[in-house]
């Protein structure tokens, strides 16, 4: 028989202990009763005593009252009164044996439940002791599972690390994955009965693990279907933006180091792509909130790319600012100014230049000093961003919306192998360049304008070397089903553009990954405008945002679909921006 655990021994023998003194507490009880009847008998052998004493001095007051006529019945009465006070001596005596019986036997019962209370006692101490052994076991026992969890997660991270190695080698598209929590339009705004409502607000998509979704496939009749997508990393519907950035934020270091970057918010309307690349869109400022933990990519990447060319050298880096929308299939410039210099959208088109890259002639190009004049730019241009509210989502987006920074990295080849007078003239010479580009790109309309103006400007630009690698935030538009959106009219056209860009997309993530001879990137301006991105010239992660409603499951399962598609496709490694070589001095 195994020995019993040692929580289950300790709850024995407290019950144990609780039965003997419930039987202890009886018997005292008995003992209260029995004391009361002896007591009782003590005061019915006073009333007899007391009445034999008055019988007594009754019989002397008759016996000296009547004299000798008295005499033969006194013996009799004498005799009888005799016989009464021997019964009752012999009644108290019986009284008296019984009580001392029931003393004694008081006495041994109450040593017999000491002893047992005394055991149980003993018991209770063992049983704690071996809790203590356990629980010092336990304790171990946790500290290992501590050590093989840190050791897991440490193994985790290299894994993860060799992934994202793989992915870079082989090109792939990062692909990340959001569940947002459950909202109150959820179920409002949908003529339903309770019963079908209730069942559309069922959360059928997890977050598995950090690399997992899982969602519960069900129609009414049929087994349910659990199915499984994989991805770099899926966020559940409690992390932060914090979180969030965090996993992004590693991307960013290689804008400074020669790569062009991409991150895009792909999903369904409602599923909090806006929010996750913006954060909380307020009616006047969108970044005004006073939780910064609320910020969205777009704002946190902004400063994250300021705090890393803040830590170069002054003066070796410029940031420009560009954003548009691509909006019914037509691409408008939101910083455009008109002659008053207020903002209004102004239409581009894109075109392939000659190195067969996207381009948008004539695109504004603000150059930015700090992460605040960027987001200044990016708010006034919101404003401009086309909304309009659905059955589905009160301030959906019907625009796809990119903001670009691109940034001009600065540096002289002629520093190489040069005396100390030529590299500190080189120096000067790189500072005044520096500092001069961009007050004339701000002078201007668009960077294509910006020339030196003077023959030492044209010089000293001719010496310098420039990269220019960008970051291309993308809030793209959500997919939606007319039938449950609600749409008419210009919306119903607008959700019609929506979702053939977003096909042609797919369309052309579809063709890289099968490696076809042409990739149809101009059957949409938006995959024209994002060429270069999708193509293969910049590292890009997909934000997936999900809703985890039974409501939307069809929508979901497309933009799992989608994104599982899109981390299939191998571009070959991303070119990395270098440097001119500079040719030697003839």
């Given at each position: ?50 009445l034999?004493?008055?019988s ?8 000296s ?8 019945q006194r ?23 019984f ?32 809790m203590?052994?356990?629980q010092?076991?336990a ?14 997660e ?32 959820d179920?409002?705004g ?24 899982l969602?519960?496939?069900?129609r ?17 519907a ?27 918010a ?47 050298p002054?003066?070796s ?14 691409i ?23 190195e ?12 930015v ?18 909304r ?33 007078e ?53 809030d ?30 797919a ?14 990137y101009?059957?949409s301006?938006?995959?024209?405008l ?14 997936l945002?999900?809703s985890?409603?039974?409501?939307y ?27 001119p ?6």
């Open positions: 028989m195994r020995p019993r655990s040692g929580p289950d021994l300790g709850s024995v023998w407290a019950q144990r202990l609780r039965q003997l003194e419930q039987r202890l507490r009886a018997k005292e009880e008995r003992i209260v009763v029995l004391e009361t009847e002896n007591a009782a008998l003590h005061l019915k052998l006073a009333e007899y005593q007391g034999a004493g008055r007594t001095h009754e019989v002397l007051q008759l016996y009252a009547h004299g000798q006529q008295q005499k033969l013996n009799s009465v004498v005799t009888q009164l005799h016989g009464a006070i021997k019964r009752f001596k012999q009644d108290l005596k019986s009284l008296r044996s009580a001392f019986e029931l003393s004694k036997k008081f006495q041994r019962q109450s040593q017999t439940y000491l002893y047992q209370i005394l055991t149980a006692v003993q018991g209770i101490q063992l049983q704690n002791e071996a203590q052994i356990f010092i076991k304790f171990d026992l946790e500290q290992s599972l501590q050590e093989v969890t840190e050791r897991y440490k193994e985790k991270q290299k894994r993860r690390a060799l992934h994202n190695s793989l992915v870079e080698l082989r090109g792939n598209i990062r692909v990340h994955c959001r569940i947002r929590p459950l909202l109150p339009f179920t409002a949908h003529s339903i009965s309770q019963d079908r409502q209730r069942t559309f607000s069922e959360k059928v998509a997890y977050a598995a693990d950090d690399e997992t979704v969602v519960k496939c069900s009414p009749g049929h087994t349910s279907i659990n199915k499984t997508f994989q991805f770099e990393r899926v966020y559940n409690s992390e932060s933006q914090d979180t969030v950035f965090a996993d992004v934020a590693p991307l960013l270091t290689s804008l400074l180091d020669g790569y062009n970057v991409c991150i895009m792909y999903g369904q309307t409602g599923s909090g792509k806006t929010y996750t690349m913006l954060g909380p869109q307020l009616e006047n400022f969108p970044f005004s909130i006073e939780d910064e933990s609320e910020l969205g990519i777009i704002p946190r990447a902004t400063q994250e790319v300021f705090r890393l060319i803040s830590e170069k002054s003066g880096y410029w940031v420009e600012v560009s954003v548009v929308e691509v909006y019914n299939n037509e408008f410039d939101l910083l455009a100014k008109d002659s008053c210099g207020k903002v209004f959208g102004v239409k581009r088109d894109v075109v392939t230049n000659r067969g890259k996207s381009d948008v002639p004539l695109l504004t190009h603000e150059t000093e700090n992460a605040s004049e960027v987001l200044h730019l990016v708010s006034k241009s919101l404003q401009l961003r086309v309009h509210p659905t059955l589905v989502h009160a301030h959906s987006s019907r625009s796809h919306l990119v903001v670009t920074l691109t940034i001009t990295t600065v540096d002289s080849g002629e520093n190489f192998g040069t005396s100390w030529e590299e500190q003239t080189s120096q000067r010479l790189n500072k005044e360049v520096s500092c001069t580009f961009p007050q004339k790109m701000r002078d201007n309309k668009s960077t294509s304008s910006s020339r030196p103006s003077s023959p030492a400007q044209l010089e000293a630009t001719e010496k310098m070397k420039q990269v220019k690698t960008r970051l291309q935030l993308v793209l538009a959500g997919s939606e089903c007319v039938g449950m959106s609600g749409v008419t009219g210009a919306a119903l056209r607008e959700t019609s553009f929506i979702n053939r860009s977003l096909s042609a997309l369309d052309v993530l579809g063709a890289i990954a099968e490696q076809r001879s042409h990739v149809p101009r059957n301006k938006l995959t024209h994002l060429q270069d991105s999708v193509g293969g010239d910049a590292k890009l992660l997909v934000m945002c999900i985890p409603d039974q409501k499951l069809t929508e979901s399962m497309q933009s799992l679909g989608f994104g599982t598609r899109a981390r299939q496709v191998q571009r070959g490694q991303v070119k990395k921006k270098n440097f070589v500079p040719s030697k001095a003839k």
